[in-house]
């Protein structure tokens, strides 16, 4: 998996937010993968745990917007976004690791309280 | 360990940098600590290994730039920063995880050739 492909899953996350896209979600993640958003709290363990965080995120209409370039290495890519929801903004930062079949398997999200910046 | 304690090892790594000081990287990291620059290269073990791969950063002259708040989460801590290695700039993100003592069991660094962006 190259630094373009993962770099694509970044916007093709980015896609699922702002067109509010389970089908975009079900493309990136493996049926197995595990989700830990914010880290420290419960991991999500499963697609169908998964598609169940990210429909409430939808319903919620929560956007992101990138806050600069993705950084891939290895399996992995990190990337720094803000995420808008409603009238509160969020500065956190996301990893993803990739399966050889280019499907995330495990997403983290760090952020704390001292991140919400309006 | 708190957010404030969190954040406040993230300045003293870019104090680091900025004075050459392999005291505070002693200060910094468990003497069983990993570190792992960029994911997915050797990942180097114990405090003699880190030790050499600062030592070798502060002979370059390299500093570090946060390019935005550290994401507090859990027992871990992931800062947006970018490199300055003599004429080149490397946009990075580190994640660093800490044990119970607030030493930095776990180094991690994002990046890659389409991040060097001078």
């Excluded at 169940?52 to 370039?69: C, D, I, P, S």
Aim: proline share 3%.
């Amino acid at each position: 998996m190259d630094t373009a492909d993962k770099a694509a899953v970044v916007d093709k996350y980015v896609t699922a937010f702002a067109t509010s896209s389970i089908d975009l979600i079900r493309e990136i993640f493996a049926t197995d993968a595990t989700l830990e958003d914010p880290v420290g709290s419960d991991v999500r363990v499963g697609i169908d745990a998964i598609i169940e965080f990210y429909t409430n995120a939808f319903e919620m209409n929560v956007t992101l917007e990138l806050l600069g370039a993705p950084r891939c290495a290895g399996n992995a890519v990190a990337f720094p976004f803000q995420v808008n929801a409603g009238g509160m903004k969020i500065e956190a930062i996301d990893v993803f690791e990739f399966g050889p079949d280019g499907k995330v398997t495990s997403m983290k999200a760090y952020w704390g309280a001292e991140n919400i910046v309006t």
